[in-house]
């Protein structure tokens, strides 16, 4: 798959487009049809008892699918989530959580993204699962 927007290509659209979120993420990798995203879960992210939130490990999975398909796409900024769900496997504590995601399929109307949430350095047990459907707009 041909790459349309590389990572410093990507992190300008983050700070650009969406300011109000953009310190939360950090692109780590992008080489479609992969892209991994970073989040730094603080106290800010957490749940009663400790644990990174859903909503938290949700909005990784959602940036970092939607960061997928513009790395494939290039920059359509009016692409939205039509589904999404999740499996939470474990409870992570705060800390340093990678997405990486995969692009399974591009069309001219959906796109389909695929991925899993780790604690860096134990890649090998994921969080949590996602898959992703995005809708495209036509293009004019």
Request: charged letters at 20%; glycine letters at 8%; aromatic letters at 8%.
């Amino acid at each position: 798959m041909e790459m349309k927007m590389d990572i410093d290509a990507l992190a300008a659209f983050l700070v650009r487009d969406f300011p109000q979120v953009a310190a939360d993420f950090e692109i780590v990798e992008a080489a479609p049809p992969f892209v991994t995203l970073a989040l730094n879960a603080s106290t800010q992210h957490l749940r009663p008892g400790g644990t990174v939130s859903g909503p938290t490990m949700f909005a990784l999975a959602d940036v970092t699918a939607y960061f997928c398909i513009l790395a494939g796409l290039g920059p359509v900024a009016l692409a939205v989530t039509t589904n999404c769900s999740i499996d939470f496997m474990r409870k992570p504590a705060p800390g340093r959580l990678l997405c990486r995601m995969e692009l399974l399929k591009l069309g001219r109307s959906l796109a389909v993204c695929e991925g899993r949430i780790y604690i860096q350095g134990d890649e090998g047990r994921p969080v949590a699962r996602a898959s992703l459907t995005y809708s495209i707009p036509p293009t004019p």
